[in-house]
Nanobody, 122 residues
Framework: QVQLVESGGGLVQAGGSLRLSCAAS????????VGWFRQAPGKEREFVAY???????YYMESVKGRFTISRDSAKNTVYLQMNSLKPEDTALYYC????????????????WGQGTQVTVSS
């Protein structure tokens, strides 16, 4: 079993930056791929970014060039650096771990954190 805890969310003005962290404990975290997802009120959970055990990364189109996913295996932590934030980035952000066949598919991930809120004001 892998336990995931997100942190780093908060309130920021449009154009600002935040760095989210996803800290893992238990299991063999380094062997898993990790995805960041977000869910805004009244909307479905959507894929944001992905990194696998070999540091291959993949992003949703609307965050390319603004968000960067990375992992520190020594710290069992995955990060999501978010720059040039927009009001439409406002959501509850989750990290998830697993061995997804499709990196953007929610149901392909086994372990989930509780989420951290990101609010971007205009």
């Amino acid at each position: 079993q892998v336990q995931l805890v997100e942190s780093g969310g908060g309130l920021v003005q449009a154009g600002g930056s935040l760095r989210l962290s996803c800290a893992a404990s238990g299991g063999t975290f380094s062997a898993y791929a990790v995805g960041w997802f977000r869910q805004a009120p009244g909307k479905e959970r959507e894929f944001v970014a992905y990194i696998n055990s070999r540091a291959f990364t993949y992003y949703m189109e609307s965050v390319k060039g603004r968000f960067t996913i990375s992992r520190d295996s020594a710290k069992n932590t995955v990060y999501l650096q978010m720059n040039s934030l927009k009001p439409e980035d406002t959501a509850l952000y989750y990290c998830a771990a697993g061995s997804p066949t499709v990196p953007s598919r929610v149901s392909d991930y086994v372990f989930w954190g509780q989420g951290t809120q990101v609010t971007v004001s205009s």
